[in-house]
């Protein structure tokens, strides 16, 4: 999907983890991605005007004016600086590092289940191993993003909408005000505890 990029436009991001692996149901992954999200807030001079972190994914409303920048070099800034640091996260406690291994034991299984797609899935298994030998052993995101320019003052507040609706609508919680990880509770509680946002301006 090509990427629009006009100076001064906000653009509603969404990107996944790779294989959809519930990273983010632990406390400090979401920790640590808003540590790399803040830092790089501060470097890029960007406004973050909501955002949600979900087990699977993320969506977020980024702002910035630098020419220099594009939002896919933001995403790709922030995908790699979060990698990076749940990698180091998991494999150092060594029990659960293979949440972090690309997933060919579902792959291996259909192997043997039938003969008959024995030739097709030795192909996909050469692929998932090349993909390995150029060091992609461990993966967190899927490649790509999702982006999204924010046109009217009308279309903002119906992403903000979808961004704080998203755990009630996944089944997370009854009452959204109890999500530690959505910037509703800094619109609706004033709480900045946990992520400060920039509060957008009509």
């Excluded at 519930?22 to 909501?50: A, H, M, P, V």
């Excluded at 070099?73 to 180091?88: C, E, F, M, P, S």
Aim: net charge positive; aromatic share 16%.
């Amino acid at each position: 999907m090509k990427k629009f990029n006009s100076v001064g436009d906000i653009h509603f991001v969404t990107f996944r983890t790779f294989n959809n692996k519930n990273y983010f149901k632990d406390d400090k992954c979401c920790q640590l991605f808003l540590e790399e999200l803040n830092f790089y807030r501060n470097k890029l001079s960007l406004k973050i005007y909501g955002y949600v972190i979900m087990p699977d994914h993320f969506h977020a409303l980024i702002y910035f004016e630098d020419k220099n920048l594009t939002i896919s070099n933001i995403v790709q800034r922030l995908k790699g600086a979060t990698a990076r640091r749940i990698i180091d996260l998991y494999t150092s406690l060594g029990s659960h590092e293979h949440l972090l291994l690309a997933d060919n034991s579902r792959m291996e299984q259909m192997l043997h289940s039938t003969r008959r797609k024995r030739s097709n899935m030795e192909q996909k298994l050469r692929k998932e191993n090349n993909n390995h030998n150029r060091g992609l052993k461990y993966r967190i995101w899927q490649p790509g993003f999702y982006d999204f320019n924010i046109y009217s003052n009308k279309k903002f507040q119906e992403k903000l909408d979808y961004i704080h609706t998203n755990p009630l609508k996944a089944g997370l919680v009854k009452d959204i005000s109890l999500y530690k990880y959505c910037s509703w509770r800094n619109y609706e509680l004033n709480d900045q505890a946990v992520f400060k946002i920039d509060f957008f301006e009509y």
